[in-house]
């Protein structure tokens, strides 16, 4: 039975690629993934290893406020000199030096932007001199206030050099003129580490611009004398400073950072695999269409198997065995595949980072793993029900002349329908209920599984209708009929297309109506023009408080208001704080009307809070909360206002004084209120004056702010469609691979049309108006399908924002013309092979 198996898949070999090729995809993506991460956590561990080689212990004050990895990096308390002095008296202590590290430094290049990257940060330093690790490449430190040293990957990214004058921006968000006087780069020929910008100031210039007192420093680096171990040191470190300082041996350090940064990898890692197992998913419809259509052409072959003693147990081997191979060969070629894409995801991952120094490329034993395992279970999965037919073949088809037909619909219908009932429960309580992410992720899952059950029964009555369009001709007709006349082969193809096309319709609508959302809200607030930033790094671009005093004196200016935000410790639990500069324009702002006590004034100790807040937390007016920012003491504030939460400017909104010991004591947007009849165009450029100094905050009227917020949007949206491309690509594959083995199937019924007149080029439209019929079929279920799960998911959401819901037409309406297109693509090679059939050759096919 082995043998004849193998003799079997050799004989139709070319049968099996396409099949074999979504398991490729598949696999290319899962080992890709974990190849990429694995390449990127090596990298970090060697920066992270390098920049505290020099270090045998180094010392932190712990942060007032613990931020999660997704949301920030958390801000240490400054270190007093007195820490530096205690430490340095220590007996196993040969030297301990003062450090200044802060995120935050901004340079402005020659051509007068911001010099930045979304990756890695962009730090303010003290000026330490050179040591193995830091060598100077010209010029020499900085000895004046007024003098910097840049490392060389800034300086040529800003395309600068020594004795250029530059502006750098800092954390109270003012630039400030410096002349470098020296670059620097690291051991190894290496401009910066880890793609990270680096402005070194003298100490003093340091400590007020990035900590913002003098005398106080971000850690300690320590040095251990000969024959003091570094984890003895770090006992006696840590018993002289007390628990108010974080110590680690340079070890602990390297693993601890590389760690924080291994652990957003990890989360986008689990995105990637996300999108992998969407495009295996839908490989699944490819390959049990594939095995279906061959166990079907293999029926007088398996049913005379049978008649000379071959018993059901051996038919499902027999098939199972063909999807072994099938996915071990697959898991392969995916496996070398995703080697190659997980290289050039990290190539480029190293160069939009700023020149991150990848570590040699490795394959990790979990890629290995995964790629067949995956491989193989996806591939017998989806070839189990075949085989569970084929095993049922009777003997006495072997003298049949034609297939076993389709077994009734009744069965599959009810499993269908209940799974899409029980997937809109799971839907329905997950979007609804807290941390209900699991529940949702199953509920798309089942409605997928159940949608596709349920799509033969559908697929006759609207396959009927949409091939009525192509029935002008006889090929039309023909067309028609042939895309009807197997509901579920019909149905597993055009299910494959419809779990993408349901996938970016989804996010569509979501967008869209964040979008809708957005317009409406920038259009609630009644302010002409917005000061916003331009985000070139992971923290947001901010401006000086003083430019809301200064847009005040302008002419037509009726209100400013500045915003500041953050995160804090709020009794206890983090939660996203805001501050602005005055309260009482806020009412008119946003026409909003306090729900209880005065939302406009606001005392020095008092806090404003939004309804939703209020009422989770059970806070009212008189309430005192306790709140610890990134610096300073805790602090107590009196509730002594509720706002509505649609026009409110966050949940906790905290006093002016507040902001000095935010992470940014600077602001990140302002409201400018114009007097009734001034004409934005007389006011805007008199604004824009007061930020020139900040290339990085810009002057917009609302349709400009709504446009950018849009713009952000558009650019998720046109991300997962490129990662979900590969599902639907694995899609054409079906609906491409379905043609062709059932015009190998129907070979004898072509050659007898051709012999009663139908010519070449009316077979190919035959075939054309097939797969057309079939793909526009599945991506009107992807639309419907889509569409229910998005505007679901916005309902859940109108808590958080998502006011309107808003159907993307032009998108849908675009979506449904590809689905025409990628019919007419797939069906290329399907209806040339079906035009060059040998007539006479056919009408003998068996």
Avoid: C
Avoid at 287 to 313: D, H, M, P, W, Y
Avoid at 435 to 447: D, E, K, P, S
Wanted: hydrophobic share 50%.
């Amino acid at each position: 039975m082995l043998r004849a198996t193998l003799k079997s898949l050799l004989a139709r070999k070319v049968r099996l690629v396409l099949s074999g090729l979504a398991v490729v995809l598949g696999v290319m993506f899962v080992a890709g993934s974990f190849v990429l991460t694995d390449t990127l956590s090596r990298s970090f561990d060697s920066i992270f290893s390098d920049v505290y080689s020099q270090t045998d212990v180094t010392v932190a004050g712990k942060a007032k406020v613990e931020i999660d990895e997704l949301d920030g990096e958390p801000v240490p308390s400054n270190i007093p000199q007195s820490a530096i002095t205690t430490v340095s008296a220590l007996p196993g202590v040969a030297q301990a030096r003062g450090v200044i590290a802060a995120d935050g430094a901004t340079m402005i290049g020659s051509n007068g932007k911001a010099v930045g990257s979304f990756g890695p940060p962009q730090l303010g330093e003290n000026w330490m001199g050179e040591n193995e690790l830091t060598q100077l490449r010209e010029g020499r430190g900085p000895t004046a206030d007024d003098e910097i040293a840049v490392n060389v990957g800034l300086a040529t990214a800003g395309k600068v050099k020594v004795g250029d004058q530059v502006g750098v921006l800092t954390l109270d968000a003012k630039q400030r003129m410096f002349t470098i006087v020296g670059t620097f780069g690291y051991s190894g020929d290496r401009d910066s580490l880890g793609g990270v910008n680096e402005v070194a100031f003298t100490e003093p210039v340091a400590q007020r611009l990035m900590l913002g007192e003098p005398g106080v420093f971000s850690s300690i680096d320590v040095r251990a004398t000969d024959g003091t171990s570094p984890e003895a040191l770090k006992q006696q470190v840590a018993s002289a400073l007390g628990a108010d300082y974080t110590v680690r041996t340079g070890t602990e350090a390297a693993a601890d950072d590389a760690q924080g940064l291994k652990s957003a990898l990890g989360f986008f890692n689990n995105i990637l695999l996300g999108f992998a197992g969407v495009a295996l998913f839908v490989g699944i419809f490819l390959i049990i269409n594939t095995f279906s259509i061959v166990v079907a052409q293999r029926t007088k072959e398996l049913a005379l198997l049978r008649a000379i003693g071959a018993g059901r147990r051996q038919v499902i081997g027999s098939v199972l065995t063909e999807a072994v191979i099938v996915g071990t060969i697959a898991s392969v070629i995916g496996l070398g595949a995703g080697i190659g894409v997980g290289a050039l995801l990290a190539f480029l991952a190293s160069k939009f980072s700023g020149g991150l120094a990848l570590a040699g490329l490795g394959v990790p034993p979990i890629a290995i793993i995964a790629s067949f395992v995956v491989g193989l279970v996806v591939t017998v999965i989806a070839a189990v029900m075949p085989a569970l037919r084929a095993s049922r073949i009777p003997p006495i088809a072997a003298m049949a002349d034609v297939a076993t037909p389709d077994r009734p619909l009744t069965k599959i219908t009810w499993i269908g329908g209940v799974l899409t009932a029980i997937a809109l429960a799971l839907l329905g309580v997950g979007l609804y209920a807290d941390g209900g992410i699991m529940l949702v992720a199953g509920g798309v899952l089942l409605t997928f599984i159940g949608v596709a059950l349920l799509t033969p029964v559908l697929s006759r009555p609207v396959v009927g209708l949409l091939g009525r369009i192509f029935s002008w001709s006889v090929p039309g007709k023909l067309g028609r009929l042939n895309s009807g006349r197997n509901p579920r082969r019909t149905a597993i193809t055009a299910a494959a297309l419809m779990v993408g096309i349901a996938l970016v319709t989804g996010v569509g609508v979501i967008v869209s109506s964040a979008k809708t959302s957005i317009a409406g809200a920038v259009e609630s607030v009644d302010a002409q023009l917005i000061i916003q930033g331009t985000q070139t790094g992971p923290r947001a671009p901010t401006f000086a408080p003083a430019v809301v005093d200064q847009a005040k004196a302008v002419p037509g200016v009726r209100d400013v208001v500045g915003v500041a935000s953050d995160l804090a410790t709020v009794d206890g639990e983090q939660q996203f704080v805001t501050s602005v500069t005055d309260a009482a324009p806020i009412p008119g702002i946003y026409g909003s009307t306090a729900v209880a006590g005065s939302i406009s004034s606001q005392g020095p100790d008092q806090v404003i809070v939004n309804a939703d807040a209020a009422k989770e937390h059970n806070w009212s007016v008189g309430s005192v909360l306790t709140v610890q920012l990134t610096r300073g003491a805790e602090h107590r504030y009196t509730v002594s206002g509720i706002a509505p939460t649609d026009k409110s400017i966050g949940e906790i909104m905290l006093p002016a004084a507040a902001m000095a010991e935010f992470t940014q004591p600077a602001l990140s947007l302002g409201f400018v209120r114009l007097d009734e009849g001034t004409a934005v165009a007389s006011v805007q450029p008199k604004i824009e004056a007061l930020v020139a100094d900040n290339p990085l905050v810009s002057v917009i009227d609302q349709d400009t702010f709504t446009q950018q917020q849009s713009g952000m949007l558009d650019q998720v949206l046109v991300m997962i469609q490129i990662l979900l491309a590969l599902a639907i690509l694995i899609a054409v594959l079906g609906i491409i691979n379905t043609l062709a083995l059932s015009v190998m199937e129907r070979t004898r019924e072509l050659g007898l049309l051709r012999a009663i007149g139908l010519g070449r080029a009316a077979t190919m439209r035959m075939i054309t108006v097939e797969a057309v019929v079939i793909s526009v079929f599945g991506a009107l279920l992807g639309v419907v399908v889509g569409t229910g799960l998005g505007a679901a998911v916005v309902r859940a959401l109108r808590d958080e924002g998502f006011t309107d819901l808003t159907l993307p037409w032009s998108t849908i309406v675009l979506y449904l013309g590809v689905a025409a297109l990628v019919g007419v693509v797939a069906a290329i090679l399907p209806s040339i092979r079906a035009a060059r059939l040998n007539v006479l050759g056919a009408i003998a096919h068996e």
